[in-house]
């Protein structure tokens, strides 16, 4: 049976309130974003491996949401480190399935219980041991750190690489299992419009930026996994030398307005031919975009 974490969500979500205050009608985390269509032309590279309907051979409908990390939907763009993308495939036979990514290849902790517990003590304005202890309790969290510490001022969404972080399985016709990461690269890695100085200063830069950028596009690749790769840890990278390769190309037209804002990108809403593995930050994503939508859609 699977795990319930609305305790757990409801916890973190009133964490998150305490350090970032409360935006009524936002998300409480990403709150600042903004949605775009977009066509994800599979190439049918990834045939041999998985059943999904939207990873065969015909192009499907998509909704992307490019968003800031902040709770704050009032942040100005440069200050916070991590962005994000999320997109929602829209399948032939009307389902739907999303890939949420992030600028960071690596998650924080290996499970929701020590994340929230970094959220409640950052809410109680932690003094420098509190945080050296986090850190010796915790080492894995090591890794996301230092890649978000050395991350430059952010200029563009369409110029950067986003990450799903978590595995997932494939599983093709035959009923043969394969673990996957995924990784969106995009078309261009350098905006001649892009502007440091506005990208730190501005409010709501990084979307105009993007405005006059479009059409962009990204090639979504995915890695194998081989014996012994970590599926269920979140803070693991896989070895480089694994084997990667495109399977598709998202091409981003125009930006939408989405009145109600009612979607929730849940990273565990998977067709057939994908299945979640057993890595808790990923299901409990889940109860806990549940807890936030819940309150955002309510004008809380
Ligand atoms: C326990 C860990 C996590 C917590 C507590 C958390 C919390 C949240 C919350 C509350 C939201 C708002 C949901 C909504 O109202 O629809 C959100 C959105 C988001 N999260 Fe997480 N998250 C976690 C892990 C992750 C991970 C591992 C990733 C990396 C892939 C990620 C990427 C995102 C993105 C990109 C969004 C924006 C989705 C959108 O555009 O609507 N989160 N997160």
């Known amino acids: 049976m699977e795990k319930n974490y609305s305790d757990l969500a409801e916890t973190a979500i009133e964490s998150i309130e305490k350090i970032a205050g409360t935006h009524p009608g936002y998300?409480?985390?990403?709150?600042?974003g903004s949605y775009y269509e977009a066509v994800f032309i599979p190439n049918g590279q990834a045939?041999?491996?998985?059943?999904?309907?939207h990873l065969q051979q015909e192009s499907v409908k998509a909704i992307v949401r490019f968003s800031d990390s902040s709770p704050n939907p009032k942040m100005i763009d440069g200050l916070s480190p991590v962005k994000g993308m999320s997109v929602q495939f829209h399948l032939p036979n009307e389902e739907v399935t999303y890939l949420v990514g992030v600028t960071v290849p690596v998650f924080l902790t290996k499970t929701p219980e020590a994340f929230v517990e970094i959220i409640r003590l950052a809410s109680q304005k932690p003094g420098p041991r509190d945080l050296v202890k986090m850190f010796i309790k915790y080492p894995e969290s090591r890794?996301?750190?230092?890649?978000i510490q050395h991350t430059k001022p952010f200029l563009s969404y369409s110029t950067s690489r986003y990450y799903p972080i978590h595995a997932f399985y494939f599983v093709n016709?035959?009923?043969?299992?394969q673990a996957v990461k995924y990784e969106w690269v995009p078309d261009e890695t350098f905006?001649?419009?892009a502007k440091k100085e506005a990208a730190i200063h501005a409010v709501d830069y990084l979307e105009k930026e993007l405005n006059e950028q479009l059409p962009v596009g990204f090639t979504l690749y995915i890695t194998l996994g081989e014996e012994g790769d970590a599926v269920e840890d979140s803070t693991a990278s896989w070895p480089k030398e694994r084997t990667t390769f495109a399977i598709g190309r998202l091409e981003i037209?125009?930006?939408?307005?989405?009145?109600?804002?009612?979607?929730?990108?849940?990273?565990?809403?998977v067709p057939?031919?994908?299945e979640c593995p057993d890595d808790p930050v990923l299901h409990a994503r889940r109860d806990l975009y549940a807890a936030s939508f819940k309150r955002r859609i309510k004008g809380l």
């Open 143 to 147: 890794a996301a750190f230092r890649i």
């Open 173 to 177: 016709g035959q009923g043969e299992r």
């Open 47 to 53: 045939i041999p491996y998985t059943t999904a309907a």
């Open 272 to 274: 057939a031919g994908i």
């Open 27 to 32: 998300r409480r985390a990403h709150a600042k």
């Open 191 to 193: 905006s001649l419009g």
């Open 253 to 269: 037209s125009g930006r939408i307005q989405h009145p109600n804002d009612q979607v929730m990108f849940d990273p565990t809403v």
